[in-house]
């Protein structure tokens, strides 16, 4: 089924089931990667809420969790290149093994932005999964990208924590703009 918000006309593309199953899969994988130590998860807010919410369920190793808060969007559907650093986090991560969980990689330039700026904090080592990844948009190859939950096309997508004009986050499946 069709739904506006603000101006834009969106249609449905990935459904909650699909989500969560996703989600399931990715949990078992952090579990087995990271059994030897505590990891700490940085959610990169606001996007990924939803998702940093649904996969900790799914994390039964000791964990910490800490957030962040980027933007890089401004409210539009085109990326900029600019970043604006709205809330660091304590927690010191030297030595430590980092997991960034992330909305969306669209040009990767946040998720460059935050791993340089985290590195310099010398973890133990540093992972990015992110629930969506386009990419055709991406701009410069992510090593530290390991954990995807759906490739999707170079497509302007709401829902599920995602916004356009900061509204849509509240819905539970993924849509993508058809107007
Ligand atoms: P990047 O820096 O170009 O990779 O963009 C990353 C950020 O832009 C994400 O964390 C999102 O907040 C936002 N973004 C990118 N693509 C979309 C989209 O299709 N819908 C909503 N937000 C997006
Ligand atoms: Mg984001």
Known sequence: MKTKIADLEFEPLIKSAAIEERIKAIGLQLNADYQHCIPVFVG?????????????????????????????????????????????????????????????????????????????????????????LKPKALLKKIDELKYVGFEIENEFVVGYGLDYKEMGRNLKDIYKRVK
């Open 44 to 132: 990169v807010l606001n996007g990924s809420f939803l998702f940093i919410a649904d996969l900790i369920k799914q994390i039964d190793i000791p964990c910490e969790i800490t957030f962040t808060k980027l933007a890089s969007y401004y409210g539009g559907t085109q990326g900029g290149l600019k970043i604006r650093d709205d809330i660091d986090f304590s927690v010191d991560i030297k030595g430590r093994d980092v997991v960034i969980i992330e909305d969306i990689v669209d040009t990767g330039n946040t998720a460059h932005y935050l791993l340089d700026k985290l590195k310099v904090k010398e973890p133990a080592s540093i992972k990015l999964c992110s629930l969506l």
